[in-house]
């Protein structure tokens, strides 16, 4: 029996987050065992008057070439792709497989030349994704509720639905009004984030970060690129980054479990880095070109709907009273300038005696921010 709430998704995607009009091109990039929903994002597609471009592939194809194809292979960018990353007006991503941990066994130096070769196709959609009138690409990723990532997240099948929906506010009558309610209360936090110098964050158990930020601007995550949504991001200054950040949750990266991560940087670059699992991974990543060291993203998590780590960074990145800071790529949108074929973004959790100054002024304290027009923990949506 199909989930009325799929299509409740799918017309949130479509005519909130990306706003597909008649005549629109719109990518839908999914692995086959989230056909159900792609068929529902198809429909409201339809329905508006836009022209579906079908991705649909199984999930096995990246582990197939990881193992079995040649070096020149794994770096191999299309012609096609960048053609088509080039000329869609919408992309919708979703993500969803059988097996979350199919790569876990790939060599991680097969891995970093997969990565490596996205990084041309990342360029022309990140190039796209900030550009202003009818050469911008409106874009968003969603989550299918699958077993596999129930599994990850120790939730049944039925567990695991119900919290992404609800997290996605797909509980109530409304969801975009909802979301629209929540891009005011963002705008406020990032408005006093725009004017902010520094912004250092302090965890007990070894974390004292300090992110220079002057003149970068703090984007408001409200369902458009992201869905569920629930962050205010920016890309710091890219060599002020100064002090040591101790993970509280394992880092997942291409299906690869990295935990226990703690990395001390200077001067913006990770000067030294450690894991109590998969560290050779780790560096292998970090170490696949000149941006992989150095932080492409600095983020708060504002979404209070979603109280515990999945496994799922999509989620787990937007945990409200969090924050997540991401080696890598950044996106020129904010004003930062690093390139990689890198974005991996990693949470620490601020409920347990957190605190965030920005430019020595306390704004949050234990995962909850000081001032009340902020994004708050049972705030009515």
Not at 57 to 71: F, R, T, Y
Not at 197 to 220: A, C, H, Q, S, Y
Request: hydrophobic letters at 40%.
């Amino acid at each position: 029996m199909s989930d009325s709430r799929l299509d409740k998704l799918a017309s949130v995607l479509v005519k909130y987050s990306t706003a597909v009009k008649k005549d629109d091109v719109v990518q839908i990039r999914g692995n086959s065992v989230a056909e159900p929903l792609i068929l529902a994002i198809v429909r409201a597609v339809v329905k508006a008057g836009g022209h579906p471009l079908i991705r649909m592939a199984p999930g096995e194809v990246a582990e197939i070439l990881c193992k079995h194809g040649s070096d020149e292979q794994l770096t191999y960018v299309s012609p096609l792709a960048r053609r088509e990353f080039s000329t869609i007006d919408v992309s919708i991503g979703i993500w969803a497989d059988r097996n979350t941990k199919s790569m876990s066994n790939v060599d991680p130096r097969k891995q970093q030349l997969l990565s490596k070769a996205r990084k041309p196709i990342l360029d022309i959609f990140l190039k796209r994704a900030s550009a202003k009138g009818k050469d911008k690409l409106r874009w968003t990723g969603t989550q299918f509720p699958c077993s596999a990532s129930a599994q990850d997240a120790e939730m049944s099948l039925a567990e695991y639905e119900d919290f992404v929906y609800t997290a996605g506010l797909l509980h109530l009558p409304n969801p975009a009004a909802a979301w629209k309610r929540i891009h005011v209360a963002q705008q406020r936090l990032a408005d006093v984030l725009n004017k902010a110098r520094e912004v250092r964050f302090v965890v007990p158990g070894g974390t004292d970060l300090r992110v220079g930020v002057k003149g970068r601007k703090w984007i408001n995550c409200s369902g458009h690129e992201n869905f569920p949504d629930g962050e205010v991001f920016t890309g710091p200054i890219e060599d002020a980054t100064e002090g040591t950040v101790h993970y509280t949750y394992p880092a997942v990266h291409g299906g690869r479990e990295v935990q226990d991560v703690v990395l001390t940087f200077k001067a913006g670059k990770v000067v030294d880095a450690r894991a109590g699992k998969n560290e050779a991974f780790l560096f292998k990543m970090m170490d696949q070109d000149r941006g992989g060291r150095i932080l492409g993203e600095i983020a708060f998590g504002t979404n209070y709907s979603i109280k515990r780590f999945t496994r799922n960074t999509l989620f787990d990145e937007k945990i409200g009273g969090t924050f997540h800071a991401a080696l890598g790529m950044a996106y020129p949108e904010t004003g930062a300038k690093n390139k990689s074929g890198l974005h991996w973004d990693m949470v620490c959790d601020l409920r347990k005696g957190g605190q965030v100054e920005v430019d020595g002024k306390v704004i949050s304290k234990n995962g909850r921010f000081l001032n009340s027009r902020f994004p708050q923990p049972g705030r009515k949506r």
